[in-house]
């Protein structure tokens, strides 16, 4: 399985850089895992494909303003910090550039001296670790929404005028550093009319890394080695899914996030139970599902680890055709573009791919 195989052609115009309003208006591409068969929807009528009895799996994580732009104490040359995992209290692994001004012992000022931070160490792919000082009474997370930017993908070239708009309207758990960008489409209102529908909503929380949208770099899918992710998942959760398949009703993800994060505790357990941990899991054709029956997903970055994954969940041959579909029909790519409906293949997923 060559990562060459997951290539396909985007014009850069169908990059989606702004989010459509409303949420829920964008575009839905719906996918038939056994079939291949294809059908354009919008986003709103999600409400007309689930049945009472079906469940919503969604994350909660929220997406740190992680982004600080600051000065080098001394000299005032410029410096970027983008906050990725908290290691213990107030020391956090970033990523740094210019790296070369962030040699271990440097020190650097945000917001005006609002938020001070020294690089302790350079630590594996580059990255060092920063220990963050801060006023006393003053909340690092609190100085963070006041001086930090969010960490939009390097595909999205336009200024984000609310910060919210990178938020899902249900996030909750800080701790992300780039959106679970399927859940963008849902509404408040949304969610209401599904759960009077009958629909079960369920809530599990990975903390997105910004490892998730980084191109596979080995020509052997098979060589790529997954960065790990922090999960839980609630008892009441695990409860509920449980119970929508002793029902033989449908458990549907929302996102790669969900899914990986439901799928990790069903291999590791052969169930779903409540849990926590990190989870370094990697989907791609070929992979048995435990789980889910659908996934809600947004289009992806070719050769990516998030193509492959929805490759195995639908099928290899069936995604490839309908990406191509969906740039025909220009649809929007990416974060802020529009998504897809995926039904799961339990068939040959590896159909098309040598």
């Excluded at 909750?172 to 550093?177: I, P, Y």
């Excluded at 899991?281 to 998030?306: A, M, W």
């Excluded at 639908?314 to 039904?343: P, Q």
Aim: hydrophobic share 40%; aromatic share 10%; proline share 5%.
């Amino acid at each position: 399985m060559k990562t060459s195989d997951f290539w396909f052609d985007l014009p850069q115009e169908l990059i989606a850089q702004t989010p459509i309003e409303p949420r829920d208006h964008s575009r839905m591409l719906c996918l038939d895992g056994d079939t291949g068969a294809l059908c354009h929807r919008h986003f709103y009528d999600l409400i007309d494909l689930l049945e009472p009895g079906d469940t919503l799996i969604l994350n909660d994580s929220r997406v740190l303003p992680a982004r600080l732009y600051g000065e080098k104490e001394g000299t005032g040359a410029h410096i970027e910090f983008l906050l990725l995992e908290q290691k213990e209290q107030d020391v956090w692994e970033i990523l740094v550039r210019p790296g070369k001004k962030a040699r271990p012992g440097a020190r650097f000022v945000f917001g005006g001296g609002l938020l001070a931070g020294e690089i302790l160490d350079t630590v594996e792919g580059g990255n060092r670790l920063v220990r963050f000082t801060y006023p006393q009474g003053e909340n690092f997370y609190a100085i963070l929404e006041r001086i930090g930017q969010m960490p939009l993908p390097p595909y999205i070239t336009r200024r984000l005028e609310d910060k919210e708009r990178y938020q899902t309207v249900y996030s909750k758990e800080l701790g992300s550093a780039a959106a679970p960008t399927a859940g963008l489409h849902f509404t408040q209102e949304m969610l209401a009319a599904l759960r009077e529908k009958g629909v079960r909503i369920g809530y599990v929380t990975l903390h997105v890394g910004l490892g998730t949208f980084r191109p596979v770099k080995v020509d052997n899918v098979l060589e790529h080695h997954m960065h790990s992710e922090h999960y839980h998942i609630p008892p009441e959760t695990a409860e509920l899914i449980a119970a929508t398949r002793a029902a033989g009703r449908r458990v549907i993800g929302v996102g790669t996030t969900a899914c990986r994060t439901v799928e990790s505790v069903a291999t590791k357990y052969g169930e779903v139970r409540a849990d926590e941990g990190y989870t370094d899991i990697f989907i791609y054709p070929g992979y048995q599902f435990k789980v889910l029956d659908g996934l809600i997903t947004n289009f992806h970055l070719p050769e990516s680890t998030l193509i492959m994954l929805v490759s195995a969940f639908a099928g290899y041959r069936h995604i490839m055709d309908a990406y191509r579909v969906a740039v025909e029909e220009r649809y929007r790519f990416f974060s802020f573009g529009d998504c897809m409906f995926l039904t799961r293949c339990h068939g040959d997923t590896l159909n098309g791919l040598e």
